[in-house]
């Protein structure tokens, strides 16, 4: 069990790198299966959530086999197994995207339900509506969800609700079915995107990913292809906030700054300063900055995945900010956590009123999850004093290299192993 100890109230300096996203890393290499020969994938994030889908593709009767720490050479061309069902599946919650993966190839699959981060019901009755939607049978037990078809048929779909992991189940699975599969209401998540590009690579026929109606034309076979994952925009927005707090001045680097839209428009609003460049955005602050209110949405409204990292910064700016947190009904466990490093909230159902102090001070806390893990090195690197996280592996199944990250530029944590 790892552990980090951060001496706080150090001033961030320098030039951050963003490695490639999580959330399409996650989507893309489950993807990969759906091909009859090798594909490689480039700019993967080294993190823990990674090496488990390798290690699944692997134990499914594929290959993987890293050609550098971010580059990956996955096949499939001799096929793998249809059932995901061991234990190790559980531990991801993007294990259900073998779903739509297999059920594409395969007209089958039998995958243990997912785990992941905790923040609330997360259910999959969209995903399974959208496959049963496309002609296939649909069974849960024991903790397993089995999905079979003689023929998968394109059809529209409306989704009552958007989910980002429901549109890209129903991309994978529609994308070998016969016909045209129509997705209203879909997720415009970047990732989302990135995982069309992919499977576009791959010889699918997608359109309008990004929008709120994705087209997928099935085709019968698709081959691997050498692709490049897109920068992680909640690992950037990490950092960018981790300026902010700290009165920092930090170049992020390797990023899309459209990804970045809502966050910045909010740290603007905040007085921050933001200059943005073609493929980086540089944040310099000084205190104190001003309170704001920020509500969660999907893409292209503020992320929830930023929404605990914001409330870290909120807690020491002045004046009261008020959080509305729209997609998750139960993301404010990590709350309790800030609380102990001084943080004055008050939940009031989804909303979050936070009174701003001047400083943090350094206490013991947990990463509940992988974003509120975030949350608390950022106020660490805010507080007087010495604070100590554990349930640092939820922070490594998304952050890659993060004590090091910091501290080139200037933070101050060491991680201890007990
Ligand atoms: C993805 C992200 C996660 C992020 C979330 C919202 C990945 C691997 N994870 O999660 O980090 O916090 O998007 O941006 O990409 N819902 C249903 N039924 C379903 C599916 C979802 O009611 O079948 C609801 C959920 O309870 C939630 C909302 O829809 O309230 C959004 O969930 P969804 O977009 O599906 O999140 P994930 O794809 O699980």
Redesign the pocket.
């Known amino acids: 069990m790892d552990k980090l100890i951060v001496q706080g109230r150090r001033r961030l300096v320098g030039e951050v790198t963003i490695s490639g996203a999580?959330?399409a890393a996650?989507?893309v290499i489950p993807a990969a299966i759906m091909a009859d020969s090798p594909s490689v994938l480039e700019n993967l994030p080294a993190i823990e959530d990674v090496r488990s889908l390798c290690h699944t593709i692997e134990k499914l009767g594929g290959h993987c086999s890293f050609q550098d720490a971010h580059t990956l050479h996955i096949d499939c061309s001799n096929g793998t197994a249809h059932h995901a069902t061991f234990e190790e599946v559980q531990k991801i919650?993007?294990s259900y995207y073998f779903l739509g993966a297999m059920l594409a190839r395969y007209k089958k699959a039998e995958v243990a339900m997912p785990g992941?981060?905790n923040f609330?019901?997360?259910?999959?009755?969209?995903?399974?509506k959208g496959f049963r939607a496309l002609g296939a049978i649909v069974e849960e037990s024991n903790g397993m969800v089995r999905a079979y078809a003689d023929r998968l048929i394109g059809t529209s779909i409306y989704m009552d609700?958007?989910?980002?992991?429901?549109t890209?189940n129903i991309m994978l699975a529609a994308s070998m079915a016969e016909g045209i599969t129509t997705i209203e209401n879909a997720?415009k998540?970047p990732?989302v995107v990135d995982l069309a590009n992919y499977l576009n690579m791959m010889g699918a026929n997608i359109k309008g990913a990004g929008t709120d109606v994705i087209r997928i034309r099935g085709v019968e076979k698709l081959h691997g292809a050498q692709y490049t994952i897109i920068p992680d925009q909640i690992e950037a927005g990490t950092y960018m906030i981790a300026a902010a707090i700290t009165s920092g001045d930090v170049l992020v680097k390797n990023i899309i700054p459209k990804h970045m839209d809502s966050l910045t428009a909010k740290l603007d609003e905040m007085n921050v300063t933001i200059e943005e460049h073609d493929d980086s955005i540089r944040i310099t602050a000084n205190r104190p900055l001003h309170c704001a209110n920020v509500k969660t949405m999907?893409y292209p409204g503020f992320?929830?995945?930023l929404q605990p990292q914001i409330a870290a910064l909120l807690s020491v700016c002045e004046g009261t900010s008020v959080i509305t947190e729209n997609?998750?009904?139960n993301r404010y466990q990590y709350i309790d956590e800030l609380r102990k490093l001084g943080a004055q909230v008050v939940i009031d159902g989804r909303k979050a009123h936070i009174e701003g102090v001047p400083y943090f001070h350094g206490a013991k806390v947990s990463a509940t999850d992988l974003r509120a893990g975030a949350a608390m090195i950022l106020a660490a690197l805010a507080a007087e004093g010495t604070t100590e996280i554990d349930g640092v592996k939820y922070i490594d199944r998304g952050y890659e290299d993060v004590e090091n990250k910091f501290n080139a530029l200037g933070a101050d944590i060491t991680r201890i192993t007990i």
């Open positions: 999580k959330n996650v989507a919650r993007a992941g981060c609330g019901v997360r259910p999959i009755d969209l995903h399974l609700q958007v989910s980002v992991g429901a890209i997720a998540e990732h999907s992320p929830t995945d997609v998750w009904d």
